[in-house]
């Protein structure tokens, strides 16, 4: 079914990518990593985008937050063409990222404290007593204790640095959350509980979430809906049955 169709009750799509390719120079072959990407994603949606590795899930996403830029296609974030023409400073106050690394992606010379105080600082001027506040509000929105915030990342686990990144970007308030393998580095029992915490998240905030993953049993344990990638190409898009979820 195409997503027009699906969602034919005039509703403003949260994303919307068209037509979407990319060659890195390096393919010299003259090969295209994504080939002819498109989709859609509703306010509050939670989509699923599984493929092996290598077949480009990671360029999607690098191209969504700005970090290169697609070859060809267009990208709509609320009704706004984002490609080529707005930052990644713009793009990051609509669109925020969880990583596979958790470790690495906190500032290991920072405390959690810290770390969560930067990305606050990053966007708006907030004072001080207010900023510390929020930090320790998110902290507990993702069961961590207001303790933590005193900590450096090595002295947490894996599951607990990931827990600070979702923290830290949901103090952004994104109308997207975009999670890249964010638990494929995480132990099993670990893996279930981000999982866990991202689907309360997304539903408490009704934010849209795009989860991607080369595990299809994850993916359809969290999302409504899955796209399938393969050789750059979406080659199947799956609704998944409620009885499922
Ligand atoms: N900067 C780059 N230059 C050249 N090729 C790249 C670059 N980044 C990724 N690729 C290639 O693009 C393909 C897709 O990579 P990626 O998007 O990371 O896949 P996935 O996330 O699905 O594992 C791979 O063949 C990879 O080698
Ligand atoms: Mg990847």
Not at 82 to 99: A, L, P, Y
């Given at each position: 079914m195409r997503d027009r169709e699906r969602y034919g009750n005039g509703m403003?799509?949260?994303?919307?990518?068209?037509?979407?390719?990319?060659?890195?120079?390096?393919?010299?072959?003259?090969?295209?990593?994504?080939?002819?990407?498109?989709?859609?994603?509703?306010?509050?949606?939670?989509?699923?985008?599984?493929?092996?590795?290598?077949?480009?899930?990671?360029?999607?996403?690098?191209?969504?937050?700005?970090?290169?830029?697609?070859?060809?296609?267009?990208?709509?974030?609320?009704?706004?063409?984002?490609?080529?023409?707005?930052?990644?400073?713009?793009?990051?106050?609509?669109?925020?990222?969880?990583?596979?690394?958790?470790?690495?992606?906190?500032?290991?010379?920072?405390?959690?404290?810290?770390?969560?105080?930067?990305?606050?600082?990053?966007?708006?001027?907030?004072?001080?007593?207010?900023?510390?506040?929020?930090?320790?509000?998110?902290?507990?929105?993702?069961?961590?204790?207001?303790?933590?915030?005193?900590?450096?990342?090595?002295?947490i686990s894996g599951g607990e640095c990931q827990r600070v990144c979702i923290a830290r970007a949901l103090l952004r308030h994104p109308a997207l959350l975009i999670c890249d393998e964010a638990t494929s580095a995480l132990d099993v029992s670990v893996q279930k509980e981000i999982v866990d915490l991202l689907k309360e998240i997304q539903q408490e905030e009704h934010m849209a979430m795009l989860f991607i993953s080369h595990d299809l049993a994850l993916v359809a344990n969290v999302c409504d809906r899955i796209l399938m990638l393969s050789d750059g190409e979406i080659k199947k898009i799956e609704c998944v049955p409620d009885e499922a979820q």
């Open positions: 403003e799509a949260l994303l919307r990518v068209e037509h979407l390719k990319k060659q890195f120079h390096r393919n010299s072959d003259g090969t295209y990593v994504l080939k002819d990407i498109s989709f859609e994603m509703m306010p509050g949606e939670c989509l699923g985008l599984i493929g092996n590795s290598g077949s480009g899930k990671s360029t999607i996403v690098k191209i969504l937050t700005g970090i290169t830029t697609a070859t060809k296609g267009c990208i709509y974030l609320e009704g706004k063409q984002i490609s080529g023409k707005r930052t990644q400073k713009e793009i990051g106050k609509k669109v925020q990222m969880i990583f596979q690394n958790p470790k690495s992606s906190l500032n290991p010379k920072m405390t959690i404290g810290q770390n969560l105080d930067d990305a606050l600082l990053y966007y708006r001027k907030i004072p001080k007593t207010e900023r510390k506040r929020q930090c320790e509000e998110i902290l507990e929105r993702v069961h961590l204790p207001v303790s933590y915030l005193a900590k450096y990342p090595s002295q």
